[in-house]
């Protein structure tokens, strides 16, 4: 069985690859928000002062997101709010420290979905402060859908706040790309295509929420500097819709992390509503036979999903997940 098949306690396998841990989280119906900061190895470097700056930020997001649900705001408005606390937060992999590239670049990607089909999304942009606010502007601005590194004046015609790409740079991802450039990197494995490596737990990440409001309404968001060392040009999952983002109202909102590529081939978060819409699937089974399917492409991750109707999941093949969620029903906070 390969090295990334970790069988938890808490395990639900409905096929041979789909080991997975799951957790429910937030409430049957009512406002609720989940988050998410990446699935990786804990082992590494969660030194309990970092873990205690992962809940600390994530806290700060869930408060920021719920509070837009909780003033009867929109449920795209709250996952917003919980993004921009974690794309300024430089701890994670998304605006302020997302991972670098090749070329020493802080280039990000962004996709925002709402549950009635309106999408836009951002690749490889190295100016814009908050991504998701690109991702929103897109979907609300312009009559496409995905732009790849807009142009300085489409940029500033969308009104979005922008920084030098210094800006985003943090010391410790410098320490990660001179690491993986030394040659230490299972991504530069992977990228040189013998396509069978996981890809180096702590080079990537990836930020994301899912909301309901009070009106009933989903929507869902993701945003990344995707995976230390990437080639220049590089897209993951996140910012494509149906694979690693996907909002649909008769089904779910999901946003996936994880190794891109494998989340790409699965066309994940739309094989989660695929799965639940025709298949008749619940939504914790969904998402587990969804990350099985990711397994078999040689990736590992997780995905939060919310239904518009029941209870949303956090569900995660790899060591572990950073998350949190929020409702009537309580809150938890997984740093
Ligand atoms: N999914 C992101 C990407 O491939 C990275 C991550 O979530 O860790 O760009």
Not at 74 to 101: C, K, Q, S, Y
Not at 117 to 143: F, L, R
Not at 213 to 220: C, S, T, W
Not at 225 to 244: E, F, Y
Request: aromatic share 4%.
């Amino acid at each position: 069985m390969p090295t990334w098949h970790r069988i938890k306690e808490d395990s639900i396998m409905t096929q041979a690859t789909a080991l997975a841990t799951v957790e429910s989280a937030g409430s049957e119906d009512g406002i609720t928000l989940i988050i998410h900061a990446g699935a990786g190895d804990r082992g590494k470097h969660h030194t309990p002062e970092r873990s205690a700056q992962v809940k600390a930020d994530l806290t700060r997001a869930l408060d920021a997101g719920y509070a837009v649900l909780q003033a009867g705001g929109a449920a795209e408005e709250a996952v917003i709010a919980a993004i921009h606390v974690m794309e300024d937060a430089p701890e994670f992999n998304a605006g302020r420290g997302a991972a670098l590239t090749s070329d020493g670049l802080a280039r990000m990607d962004a996709c925002l979905m709402t549950g009635d089909g309106e999408v836009g999304a951002v690749a490889g942009v190295s100016t814009v402060k908050n991504p998701i606010d690109a991702a929103q502007a897109v979907k609300d601005q312009t009559k496409h859908v995905l732009l790849a590194d807009p142009t300085d004046e489409e940029i500033a015609a969308w009104g979005v706040e922008t920084r030098p790409n210094e800006y985003f740079i943090t010391e410790a991802r410098r320490r990660s790309l001179a690491e993986a450039q030394a040659g230490g990197d299972a991504w530069a494995k992977h990228a040189g295509g013998d396509g069978t490596g996981v890809i180096g737990d702590e080079k990537h990440g990836t930020i994301g929420a899912v909301a309901r409001d009070a009106a009933g309404r989903i929507a869902a968001g993701t945003s990344t500097g995707g995976i230390t060392n990437q080639m220049h040009g590089r897209v993951g999952d996140s910012p494509l819709p149906g694979c690693g983002t996907f909002a649909d109202q008769r089904t779910v909102a999901v946003s996936c992390t994880g190794i891109g590529e494998a989340f790409i081939k699965a066309v994940a978060a739309h094989q989660v509503s695929d799965r639940v819409r025709f298949a008749g699937e619940s939504v914790h089974d969904a998402a587990v036979a969804t990350l099985g399917e990711v397994a078999a492409h040689h990736g590992d991750g997780g995905m939060i999903v919310l239904p518009a109707t029941g209870r949303g999941v956090v569900a995660y093949n790899s060591e572990m997940m950073n998350f949190g969620y929020r409702s009537a029903a309580g809150e938890r906070v997984n740093g």
